[in-house]
């Protein structure tokens, strides 16, 4: 196995234990996968916790997507594998989780199913852009990859409805962050919800978008 693998492995449990040891995904909930240099992608595997996941257990997948060693991977497949054609470079890595506030937010009246997020602090505009909101999917269902494949590529985060966030990354990083600041952003807008907070400019994050290149359109 090459170091960066060996890296990558390593990292991505890494990462899974600090989202799960700050209470942003609980129990066996939630997949991970990322971009490994052949072309191929490693995946967490189905029914683990992220708190304890093993490197060397992680699912194998080649570069044409076939599964060439590690334990049975997530049922999310395609889901992640959606994100990966439909954005090409700029998916290196998929991060879903079942966080708290972002479910919250999901099921209430009035959100904005094409930006679930209002624009309340520069790094949530920053980091995911425009955010959509996705109907019910039973947990596994293929349906999923379908609705991703409708964004064409023009979203880097979504929460799925009554169940949880997903978010693509350049790197792992990336994502994780991104992630991030889509839970603290959800945590905000439902802490201020009712109490017509002022949010950023249209001007304003219209500043962000063109100095950080956020995906707007
Ligand atoms: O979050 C999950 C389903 O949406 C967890 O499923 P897996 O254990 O199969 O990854
Ligand atoms: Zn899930």
Not at 29 to 38: K, M, P, Q, V
Not at 163 to 183: C, F, I, N, R, S
Request: net charge negative.
């Amino acid at each position: 196995m090459s170091s960066s693998e060996t890296k990558l492995r390593e990292e991505i449990c890494l990462i899974a234990k600090s989202l799960f040891d700050r209470g942003l995904t609980a129990g066996a909930s939630g997949n991970i996968s990322a971009r490994t240099e052949d072309g191929g992608l490693l995946v967490s595997p189905t029914g683990s916790s992220f708190g304890r996941l093993d490197p060397a257990r992680l699912s194998r997948f080649d570069d044409k997507l076939n599964h060439i060693g590690g334990d049975k991977p997530t049922k999310e497949m395609p889901l992640h594998s959606a994100f990966y054609d439909t954005r090409g470079d700029k998916a290196g890595a998929i991060v879903h989780l079942h966080s708290c506030h972002s479910v919250a937010l999901s099921v209430l009246p009035d959100v904005d199913p094409d930006n679930m997020l209002p624009p309340i602090t520069a790094y949530g505009v920053m980091r995911l852009g425009k955010v959509a909101l996705l109907p019910y999917f039973m947990p596994g269902d293929p349906a999923m990859g379908g609705a991703i494949r409708g964004l064409a590529g023009k979203r880097s985060a979504v929460v799925l409805a009554h169940h949880g966030p997903v978010v693509a990354g350049k790197t792992l990083e990336a994502a994780a962050y991104a992630m991030e600041e889509l839970e603290e952003t959800a945590k905000l807008t439902l802490m201020t919800r009712g109490m017509t907070p002022n949010l950023l400019t249209e001007a304003q994050v219209q500043g962000l978008v063109r100095e950080f290149g956020v995906e707007w359109d």
